[in-house]
């Protein structure tokens, strides 16, 4: 599997990155092949936050705040391990791919181990895959479908992006600043046959809890369909889940979330652009506390747009982009925004290392009512490493 498989898990199997070398790769004895490839990444980062701010519950908090701190960024150190075989004319696989992290969380002085970091090993990864010319079955935990092409594109993946002052996990990139995390879950998946032009996946998932709804008697669905011609990338998703509040008699209500987006590339630059709606799906983690309130489910919808630019043999990327994510009662009133202007160089010093500098300004505002905007800026400095 190549290194860049990383990056889409890091993130999915089997996607394609900027990091060009090649994972190791060993042929067994049975014919089946194993793969092991990863990064490693640090970045040195300052946060300064305001203090007139006095909205509640954005992902920039109010007062004032500012901090230096090292940590990694929106994607994890990654170790995965592949393997893949053939049996007759069905194509198994499996994979595991664990996500330590290099900090202590909170500006900690002494790190034993997990006990009082942040950095547990986060096993994000453990699933099989089954395929053969009908397509593939994935089965296991790994990335959602629903919303999970925009932070394949999300240039803060190589980055730092928004987020507090010494996290104790990943940063969140542009994560509840444009688009919900789709987050990795277990599940059995159907992708349609590769190397065609129009794709869909479609997913049963473990249910999640979203406000009062704690029952859940089947399981969540989620979507994916996409086009590729060209240079042009057009996706579409979506994802729905019924559950109750009480095992005996209790109402359900269905949470739904809707999203879509295009991607432009070519060898210089890149355009991306995406957008969704959910009811009761929550705004920055899927679903939680904040899919529901005392008249019902909520409302979320956001978007964000990016512009990457790379000159003519040149080994760096400059980038930018705008986007937020909203968060709306039931009832209409009352509508929390989170905002997020990102600008990076990202430049690829040799085929497997990777220098970032970025800047992150950040704001979260909650209207009507006279409050006023909590806004932060975070700078950073990293190197990542794929081997």
Same mark, same amino acid.
């Given at each position: 599997?190549?290194?860049?498989?990383? /990056?889409?898990?890091?993130?999915?199997?089997?996607?394609?990155?900027?990091? @060009?070398?090649?994972?190791?790769?060993?042929?067994?004895? @049975?014919?089946?092949?194993?793969?092991?490839?990863?990064?490693?990444?640090?970045?040195?980062?300052?946060?300064?936050? #305001?203090?007139?701010?006095?909205?509640?519950?954005?992902?920039?908090?109010?007062?004032?705040?500012?901090?230096?701190?090292?940590?990694?960024?929106?994607?994890?150190?990654?170790?995965?391990?592949?393997?893949? +075989?053939?049996?007759?004319?069905?194509?198994?696989?499996?994979?595991?791919?664990?996500?330590?992290?290099?900090?202590?969380?909170?500006?900690? =002085?002494?790190?034993?181990?997990?006990?009082?970091?942040?950095? #547990?090993?986060?096993?994000?990864?453990?699933?099989?895959?089954?395929?053969?010319?009908?397509?593939?079955?994935?089965?296991?935990?790994?990335?959602?479908?629903?919303?999970?092409?925009?932070?394949?594109?999300?240039?803060?993946?190589?980055?730092? &992006?928004?987020?507090?002052?010494?996290?104790?996990?990943?940063?969140?990139?542009?994560?509840?600043?444009?688009?919900?995390?789709?987050?990795?879950?277990?599940?059995?998946?159907?992708?349609?046959?590769?190397?065609?032009?129009?794709?869909?996946?479609?997913?049963?998932?473990?249910?999640?809890?979203?406000?009062?709804?704690?029952? =859940?008697?089947?399981?969540?669905?989620?979507?994916?369909?996409?086009?590729?011609? &060209?240079?042009?990338? /057009?996706?579409?998703?979506?994802?729905?889940? @019924?559950?109750?509040?009480?095992?005996?008699?209790?109402?359900?209500?269905?949470?739904?979330?809707?999203?879509?987006?295009?991607?432009?590339?070519?060898?210089?630059?890149?355009? =991306?652009?995406?957008?969704?709606?959910?009811?009761?799906?929550?705004?920055?983690?899927?679903?939680?506390?904040?899919?529901?309130?005392?008249?019902?489910?909520? *409302?979320?919808? +956001?978007?964000?747009?990016?512009?990457?630019?790379?000159?003519? @043999?040149?080994?760096?990327?400059?980038?930018?982009?705008?986007? #937020?994510?909203?968060? *709306? +009662?039931?009832?209409?009133?009352?509508? /929390?925004?989170?905002?997020?202007?990102?600008? +990076?160089?990202? =430049?690829?010093?040799?085929?497997?290392?990777?220098?970032?500098?970025?800047?992150?300004?950040?704001?979260?505002?909650?209207?009507?009512?006279?409050?006023?905007?909590?806004?932060?800026?975070?700078?950073?400095?990293?190197?990542?490493?794929?081997?």
């Amino acid at each position: 599997m190549k290194r860049s498989a990383l /990056l889409f898990g890091a993130l999915m199997l089997g996607a394609a990155s900027g990091a @060009n070398a090649q994972a190791l790769t060993m042929q067994m004895s @049975n014919g089946w092949t194993f793969g092991f490839a990863g990064n490693v990444n640090i970045f040195a980062q300052y946060q300064s936050q #305001s203090s007139s701010g006095n909205t509640p519950a954005g992902i920039v908090g109010p007062g004032k705040a500012q901090g230096f701190y090292y940590g990694t960024g929106l994607l994890p150190s990654f170790a995965t391990f592949t393997a893949k +075989g053939k049996e007759g004319n069905t194509d198994l696989g499996i994979q595991f791919g664990f996500a330590p992290q290099v900090q202590c969380g909170g500006n900690n =002085h002494d790190c034993f181990g997990t006990q009082f970091s942040g950095a #547990s090993i986060d096993m994000r990864q453990v699933f099989m895959t089954v395929g053969g010319s009908w397509g593939t079955i994935l089965a296991g935990r790994e990335l959602g479908v629903f919303q999970r092409q925009n932070i394949l594109n999300d240039q803060t993946l190589f980055g730092v &992006g928004g987020g507090g002052i010494a996290p104790r996990g990943t940063t969140l990139g542009r994560i509840g600043f444009g688009y919900i995390y789709p987050n990795f879950e277990p599940q059995f998946t159907y992708t349609s046959p590769s190397g065609r032009p129009g794709s869909i996946s479609i997913g049963l998932f473990d249910p999640s809890n979203f406000g009062t709804r704690v029952v =859940h008697n089947i399981p969540r669905v989620e979507a994916e369909a996409s086009y590729k011609s &060209g240079n042009v990338l /057009l996706f579409a998703s979506g994802t729905a889940q @019924n559950s109750k509040d009480s095992p005996s008699g209790g109402s359900s209500k269905t949470a739904y979330g809707v999203a879509g987006g295009a991607t432009y590339k070519t060898g210089t630059f890149s355009l =991306h652009g995406s957008g969704y709606y959910g009811r009761g799906t929550g705004t920055t983690l899927m679903f939680g506390p904040a899919g529901e309130d005392a008249g019902g489910l909520t *409302k979320s919808f +956001g978007f964000f747009g990016q512009l990457t630019f790379t000159p003519a @043999n040149s080994k760096t990327t400059f980038a930018g982009s705008y986007g #937020s994510s909203y968060l *709306k +009662g039931s009832s209409g009133s009352g509508k /929390l925004e989170n905002t997020l202007i990102s600008a +990076g160089i990202y =430049h690829q010093a040799t085929k497997s290392l990777k220098v970032v500098a970025e800047g992150d300004y950040m704001w979260s505002k909650l209207t009507p009512g006279g409050f006023k905007k909590n806004k932060a800026f975070t700078g950073a400095f990293g190197l990542m490493l794929f081997y």
